[in-house]
């Protein structure tokens, strides 16, 4: 069975290109492009391996989807959670609370990189 | 007693004359009414005493009727005429008088020897001091010639007296005399002081007031809000500007206390504890901006001291409306900038990634080398929108320093990392050594360090056709440490060094063309350095080669995880 990335990222192109590089190392990959859509999934549904998550979102901001769903929600506790920001500062105040932080622009190689490393030994 | 001055003072310029006049008056009234009261005592006299002869009696009235003539007419050429001769003529009247007063005998050895003093002294003070000496003269001839009358022998004792009397009068005259000019000196000098302050006060006040006018004209026409404020923040003088400015009439201002413009509706309340504020701590020079009425001030106050004495404060308000906007527009742009131009340039990359990476099926030679083409320009387009944002940060005091804990190693490792490929592309060795001595562990910006390092080995690189680029971390003393990149390169004319930090500007200003680049990396280098409260210098020559020293406080590891904001 191969894990579950949800992808939240509003901007389709980024959302693509960081859905191939997942997929391409074998990642099962669910996208989601607003705040407020993300905020119902996470709170329902299979909770998912990875989450990469964008710090700006329309409608539910990813800072608030971390702080308040992500980071409470037992059921994902287990989730490992990377934020990507185009903000350094963002990364420096949310970085301890989070696996990884990558800050915008992130290479496709370097993303393919990182979780092909976070994917568990078959 | 007005009266009395005005018949005793005589119109005269000579101060010295004037007090001789009037002091012959004087005596001329003093005599005068003694003249009388002896007249009333001898009608008396004779009334209660009707044995006393009627001619010895009519003799004393006839004399003393002639001599208060005599007086009067004294009294008229001294006022009218000369004092000198009336003295003159007073004192030779006197000494008549007393001829006849007693008899030949005690005139000469007698009761009345005395009379003849009078005449003597007096000379001295309204003639002239050595009219003593003619009166004593007089005096003894009137006393010889009456003893010979009555067949007395001269008598040269009194011939004597006279004249020690008249020498005494003399020098006790001249002393006077002498003190008075003296004493009129030091008053013409008093006098003449008194005339040059006065002079010099009534230029000053002059000054002062044409000083005050134009202070006043200057106040009028500036276009900044001018209050001052007295020590008990009480307004005592505002300028035209501020009824603009705050919209409202001047005279609603003066005297008015500044806890008054605290409490105005028009003032944001967001800015009301900005003022109290400058009004609590009324110790140092502040500037700050407040929103009053939809426009943005600034306020600027100083206090006024008088030495050290804090007479007040002089508040001036600008309208920073327009460029309070400016600044939002700028913040709002580069946040823009920020996000929205790199968003596409991430897809951008990431796509051409794609390509290279052979994602969706093999790709030939050519296809790889124009992705790897794409992905290096769009890296180099993001590293400049990277610089452009730093600078509008610098710019505007937003960029921070946010202190962590550094390994140095680290830094030359991801150095490394970001550079060695360009390094290599272009045939040049990157090198790199820490002194041993540096701690493992250091406090500092990571990610700003990295930055600076970048900047520093991408511009050498750049301005380096062939040779190496050396990377050195040292240890000069034991509060710094120090970043040194040294190049084979070129080199930096010496005409250009003191420039090569000024934002947008490239060394020879062609170079921009040749190199490419904003001409913002060492310009963004230095500010950082400058942030972090550190120092960068430069040495090079001209075909040998340029290297960049930094030197930064070594910060305890202990002191970590503060913030700072830039001064």
Known sequence: MSELALIIEDDEDLASIFAEALRGIGYEVELVADGRVAQERLKSGTAPFLILLDMH??????????TNIIKVDERLSKTMVIITTADARMGDTYGDQVDFVLIKPISFVQLRDLTTRLKPKA | MKYLNAVLTVPTSDPDDARQRRLLNILLLGTLIAALIGLVSIVIFSILNPDIGQADAQILVIGIVVFTLGIFGIYQVNRRLSGRWAALLFLLLLTVIFVFTDTPQELVRGRSLFLFTIPITIASLILAPQASFLFAAISSAIIAWLGISIGLPINVFVTIGFFILALVSWLSARSLEAALKELRAVNAGLDQLVAQRTQALAESLDRERIEAGRSRAILNSIADGVIVFDRKWNAILANPAVRGMLDFPLELIIDKN?????????????????????MEHDTQPVGFRIEWGGKTLSVSAAQIYNRTENMGTVTVFRDFTREAEVERLKSTFVAIVSHELRTPLNAVLGYAEMFKEAVYGPMNEKQVNMAERIIKNTQRLL????????QAQMEAGKLTIQMASVKPADLL?????????????????LTSEIDDSLPELLSGDAARLQQILVNLVNNAIKFTEKGSVHVKLFYPSQHKWGIEVADTGHGIPENELPYIFDTFRQVEGTATRIHGGFGLGLSIVKQLVNLMNGDVKVESKVGEGTAFIITLPLVAVEATQTNWRAP
């Open chain 1, 57 to 66: 979102l329309p409608h539910v901001s990813g800072a608030d989807l971390l």
């Open chain 2, 258 to 278: 500044f806890s008054e413009l605290i409490d105005h509706p028009k003032l944001a309340p967001k800015s009301r504890g900005l003022l109290s504020a400058m």
């Open chain 2, 383 to 390: 590293g400049l929108i990277n610089d452009l944002l730093d």
């Open chain 2, 413 to 429: 490792e991801s150095l490394h990392g970001l550079m060695d490929k360009t390094a290599l592309d272009k045939g040049i060795k």
